[in-house]
Nanobody, 122 residues
Framework: QVQLVESGGGLVQAGGSLRLSCAAS????????MGWFRQAPGKEREFVAA????????YYAGSVKGRFTISRDNVKNTVWLQMNSLKPEDTALYYC???????????????WGQGTQVTVSS
């Protein structure tokens, strides 16, 4: 079992940056691929970024590619999402999640955090 706690959200102006963190508990963290998803009001939860268990593979949604970077440290049991050049359309509740395989499919993620709010003002 993996428990996930996100932090680092907040209010930022367009063009600014934020770094989200996701702290994981459990000794099996390094065996899971990790992902970030987001959900804006009235919209479905959507994929943002994923990283393989060892960190060697990453994948991004087209809307964030080149602006966001996902990374992880299996010693610290933490995954991060560095978000640069933020836009108002990035405003959402951001979730981290753990999956057995490297995937962008929401339903294949087994464990979820409670989310951290990101608000980008224009």
């Amino acid at each position: 079992q993996v428990q996930l706690v996100e932090s680092g959200g907040g209010l930022v102006q367009a063009g600014g940056s934020l770094r989200l963190s996701c702290a994981a508990s459990g000794r099996t963290f390094s065996s899971y691929a990790m992902g970030w998803f987001r959900q804006a009001p009235g919209k479905e939860r959507e994929f943002v970024a994923a990283i393989s268990w060892g960190g060697g593979d990453t994948y991004y949604a087209g809307s964030v590619k080149g602006r966001f970077t996902i990374s992880r440290d299996n010693v610290k049991n933490t995954v991060w999402l560095q978000m640069n050049s933020l836009k108002p359309e990035d405003t959402a509740l951001y979730y981290c999640a753990a999956a057995r395989g490297f995937t962008t499919t929401r339903f294949l993620y087994d464990y979820w955090g409670q989310g951290t709010q990101v608000t980008v003002s224009s």
